[in-house]
Nanobody, 126 residues
Framework: QVQLVESGGGTVQAGGSLRLSCAAS????????MGWFRQVPGKEREFVAG????????SYADSVKGRFSISRVSAKNTAYLQMNSLKPEDTALYYC???????????????????WGQGTPVTVSS
């Protein structure tokens, strides 16, 4: 059974940067797409970014395009989310997940993902 653990969250001023990490343990996730989602209280969890199992394809929510970058290092069983030019509206609990199906590019729906981490909080002050 794989476990995903997010880290790197914190509090930053608007315009600042953070780098989130998602470390997998238990077994390799190199055959799965990885995704980052975020959620604020009272709202549904929303897609932020995704990366295919081989790292060749990435996708982003319109709200973060040009500011966030997703990557992965299979040898470390870890995915990353580099967040630049942060805005107060980026404040949320950030989750990583791996796809239900191996050998895919991943998707933007929560239903595409089957294993989730506990989340790491990001607060952006104005």
């Amino acid at each position: 059974q794989v476990q995903l653990v997010e880290s790197g969250g914190g509090t930053v001023q608007a315009g600042g940067s953070l780098r989130l990490s998602c470390a997998a343990s238990g077994r390799t996730v190199s055959m799965f797409a990885m995704g980052w989602f975020r959620q604020v209280p009272g709202k549904e969890r929303e897609f932020v970014a995704g990366i295919s199992y081989n790292g060749r394809t990435t996708s982003y929510a319109d709200s973060v395009k040009g500011r966030f970058s997703i990557s992965r290092v299979s040898a470390k069983n870890t995915a990353y989310l580099q967040m630049n030019s942060l805005k107060p509206e980026d404040t949320a609990l950030y989750y990583c997940a791996h796809s239900r199906t191996p050998w895919t590019a991943g998707g933007s729906s929560r239903d595409d993902y089957g294993t989730w981490g506990q989340g790491t909080p990001v607060t952006v002050s104005s």
